[in-house]
Structures are given as structure tokens and as C-alpha cells.
């Protein structure tokens, strides 16, 4: 398999989850062949294209029309087949299909109501995943995944320091991942 670097990515002005984010998010969703995951604040589409090129049908959700050119862009670019939706989660979602994996990368302050309504449209046994660099928006999940009873529950933090020209190592944020599968 082969993964791809963020500097192949077309950006713009729009948040992309970094390489090592999106590689352990893609591990948390247990992404395969057959698959179908709502990708909501897709930003760039890193995600949707890394899920597509797995096998994953995706849905990429994104409510700035930037980034949702953006993710058109790039799943272009890579040959990923990926249905674009310019909408505001979850108000904009009312035709969705069902789903087996949903990963939440940007919620805009609605969280908990695009949690709730994820929960609504995945499927029993299916896993539900979301980065966060704020505890206050970790901790808002994790009530949501005790409240519905989600079960393999997982958090982790991933702090990442890549080494630049001249050797010295230069820290990203910390981001945490958490993760629950729909009983």
C-alpha cells in the first residue's frame, strides 16, 4: 500500500489532518473494501481520498465551498472516487445513506449534534472516530460514546516532532484520536 505525503496534497487555506494523524485515524475506522464512511469537515480531503483508495465508498462533508473544491481537487488528483457533499453537518445531511464508519475532523461548534446524528445513520458494529486538539471537544465526545454505550472505546494522544534542514526537531500540535463501536 502506499500512503500519500501531505505535500502531495492540493491545499489551500483549509485545515488538512496531517500524515501520522490521518494514518492512525484511517487505523482507528479500520478501514477496508466495502466500507462506507461519512467523512464530516473533510477539509481537504485527506481522509476521504486515503478511505477511497482502500476500497471505502466515501461521503465527504464539507461546508466551506473552498475545501469542498478542495476535496474534488484532490480526489481527481488521485483517482478517488468520492461523492462531495457542501453541506452544514448535520442540518444539510437529510438524504444520507447509511453508513458503516463515520470519522468527525472538523465540527464547527455543533459536536454533540453531529454525533448524535452519526449515531443515528451508523450501523450496528460500526465505528465511529474523531481528532480533536481542545480536551474540552475530546471530552464532549467521550461523554457522547459513554452516553450511547459505544463499546472498544479508545483515546490517544499523538504529539509528533519531525526533524527540519538543520537537524533540530519541530513539534506539531498534539491531537487526540478517540474511537467507539456502535453496540
Known amino acids: 500500500m502506499r500512503w500519500i505525503r501531505d505535500e502531495q496534497f492540493i491545499r489551500g487555506n483549509i485545515p488538512m489532518t496531517k500524515f501520522e494523524v490521518r494514518i492512525a485515524a484511517i487505523a482507528a475506522l479500520e478501514i477496508e473494501e466495502g466500507d462506507v464512511l461519512t467523512d464530516v469537515?473533510?477539509?481537504?480531503?485527506?481522509?476521504?481520498?486515503?478511505?477511497?483508495?482502500?476500497?471505502?465508498?466515501?461521503?465527504?462533508?464539507?461546508?466551506?465551498?473552498?475545501?469542498?473544491?478542495?476535496?474534488?481537487?484532490?480526489?481527481?488528483k488521485f483517482n478517488a472516487d468520492i461523492h462531495v457533499i457542501?453541506?452544514?453537518?448535520?442540518?444539510?445531511?437529510?438524504?444520507?445513506?447509511?453508513?458503516?464508519?463515520?470519522?468527525?475532523?472538523?465540527?464547527?461548534?455543533?459536536?454533540?449534534?453531529?454525533?448524535?446524528?452519526?449515531?443515528?445513520?451508523?450501523?450496528?458494529?460500526?465505528?465511529?472516530?474523531?481528532?480533536?486538539?481542545?480536551?474540552?471537544n475530546l471530552n464532549t465526545f467521550i461523554a457522547f460514546l459513554k452516553d450511547k454505550g459505544y463499546a472498544d472505546v479508545e483515546v490517544k494522544l499523538l504529539q509528533v516532532s519531525c526533524m527540519d534542514r538543520l537537524g533540530m526537531l519541530k513539534a506539531d500540535n498534539p491531537i487526540f484520536i478517540a474511537r467507539g463501536r456502535k453496540r
Open 41 to 76: 469537515g473533510a477539509g481537504t480531503g485527506s481522509i476521504s481520498v486515503e478511505a477511497a483508495l482502500q476500497g471505502a465508498a466515501v461521503y465527504a462533508v464539507e461546508e466551506k465551498h473552498e475545501g469542498a473544491e478542495l476535496v474534488r481537487q484532490n480526489g481527481a
Open 86 to 136: 457542501e453541506a452544514s453537518a448535520p442540518d444539510g445531511l437529510t438524504a444520507m445513506p447509511s453508513f458503516n464508519k463515520c470519522f468527525i475532523g472538523g465540527s464547527g461548534g455543533r459536536l454533540r449534534r453531529i454525533a448524535d446524528w452519526a449515531d443515528g445513520s451508523l450501523s450496528a458494529g460500526g465505528i465511529i472516530a474523531a481528532t480533536f486538539i481542545t480536551m474540552n
